[in-house]
């Protein structure tokens, strides 16, 4: 089975473990024959460039959580990782000091910032990543959304006027706190998809969208040209599973991206902003109640990642509703 996932950073990372245990599970269960392989389509909206070195947050959570080396409390970063560098920085009074950078994570930015550099695209610099932590074996393929480098931007307010920041300066240095009036991605528009995605979806038996922030992670990636067409025309069924319970984000700031949109923050107003595209939404049992859009299969269930387990649990879920969607039984 080809399975495409679209993903951003912490949530979406320990959603495709999830996927993988459960894929694991239901093999070892004869559920399943054939070799599964699973595609997982990096958002690089976060991405952002400091002390010249080029950081791509949500590609490296999915590296280092599938690798088994990501600081579990934080989601994102190294296990174990130390802050020497950016201790000395602060000391030579270098800027910006709000972004923590560990020392063995600076070892991915180094080597993919050298590679690049060296004319490598963000596609191959991600495939040399992957293979450090062992993805193919997994049988996971990690492809950024774009190798055009992208930049998400957040539009806020400035005494009589605006000003537009990074969305790191805004997620991570203010906390999302600052009224966000709107967002825009620096590069979008001319981004192409990066080799093999378009492929990924249309040639997919299923497509699956994590509980990733709609706004800035899967959002961005709908937005480079080509994506959210295909995944209009894919014939695989396309399950998504929802980032908030009971009107709150599981985890991150999806409330504050949602408002500047207009958009209602709960299930069924995340489900609308796929509504052309979506066959399939899981919600928390807590939202089993609201009204969705009718096209869509909806099924309630218990929606928090506590652990692995967990989020294999839900991956499941998100598969079965999919076997169900493709034999018609809706
Ligand atoms: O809240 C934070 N998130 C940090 N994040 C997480 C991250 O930038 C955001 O959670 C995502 O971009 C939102 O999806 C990092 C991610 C990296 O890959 C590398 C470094 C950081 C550093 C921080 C940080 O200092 N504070």
């Known amino acids: 089975m080809q399975i495409t996932v679209l993903s951003g950073g912490v949530g979406g990372a320990r959603f495709v473990r999830g996927l993988v245990t459960s894929l694991h599970q239901r093999g070892e269960e004869g559920a399943d024959d054939a070799t599964d392989t699973v595609t997982v389509i990096g958002n690089t909206g976060d991405d952002i460039t400091?002390?010249?070195?080029?950081?791509?947050?949500?590609?490296?959570?999915?590296?280092?959580?599938?690798?088994?080396?990501?600081?579990?409390?934080?989601?994102?970063?190294?296990?174990?990782?130390?802050?020497?560098?950016?201790?000395?920085?602060?000391?030579?009074?270098?800027?910006?000091?709000?972004?923590?950078?560990?020392?063995?994570?600076?070892?991915?930015?180094?080597?993919?910032?050298?590679?690049?550099?060296?004319?490598?695209?963000?596609?191959?610099?991600?495939?040399?990543?992957?293979?450090?932590?062992?993805?193919?074996?997994?049988?996971?393929?990690?492809?950024?959304?774009?190798?055009?480098?992208?930049?998400?931007h957040v539009v806020v307010p400035d005494g009589d006027g605006e000003r537009a920041i990074h969305f790191q300066e805004w997620w991570v240095r203010h906390g999302a706190s600052l009224p966000a009036l709107r967002f825009t991605v620096a590069?979008?528009?001319?981004?192409?998809?990066?080799?093999?995605?378009?492929?990924?979806?249309?040639?997919?038996?299923?497509?699956?969208?994590?509980?990733?922030?709609?706004?800035?992670?899967?959002?961005?990636?709908l937005g480079?040209?080509?994506?959210?067409?295909?995944?209009?025309?894919?014939?695989?069924?396309?399950?998504?599973?929802s980032p908030l319970i009971g009107g709150r984000p599981v985890r991150g700031h999806a409330d504050a991206c949602l408002a500047p949109l207009g958009v209602e923050v709960s299930a069924a107003g995340v489900a609308g902003l796929y509504a052309d595209l979506l066959d399939g939404w899981l919600v928390d049992d807590a939202d089993a109640g609201a009204t969705y859009p009718s096209r869509v299969a909806v099924r309630s269930l218990d929606l928090l990642m506590r652990d692995t387990e967990g989020a294999a649990r839900i991956a499941g879920a998100a598969l079965d509703l999919a076997a169900e969607l493709a034999g018609g039984t809706r």
């Open 224 to 241: 480079v040209p080509g994506v959210r067409d295909a995944l209009r025309g894919t014939r695989a069924p396309v399950v998504g599973v």
């Open 50 to 152: 400091l002390f010249g070195l080029r950081v791509c947050p949500d590609l490296d959570s999915l590296l280092y959580t599938l690798g088994g080396a990501v600081d579990e409390t934080q989601g994102w970063g190294r296990e174990g990782d130390t802050r020497l560098l950016m201790e000395e920085l602060g000391a030579l009074g270098v800027q910006p000091q709000w972004f923590g950078l560990g020392d063995k994570d600076l070892g991915t930015h180094v080597a993919r910032s050298l590679w690049l550099a060296q004319g490598a695209t963000l596609s191959q610099v991600t495939d040399r990543l992957a293979r450090r932590w062992g993805l193919p074996e997994q049988g996971v393929r990690l492809l950024p959304a774009t190798d055009t480098p992208i930049e998400t």
């Open 187 to 221: 590069g979008l528009a001319q981004a192409a998809p990066a080799p093999g995605v378009l492929e990924a979806i249309r040639g997919a038996d299923v497509v699956l969208l994590p509980p990733s922030n709609p706004v800035v992670s899967i959002g961005i990636i």
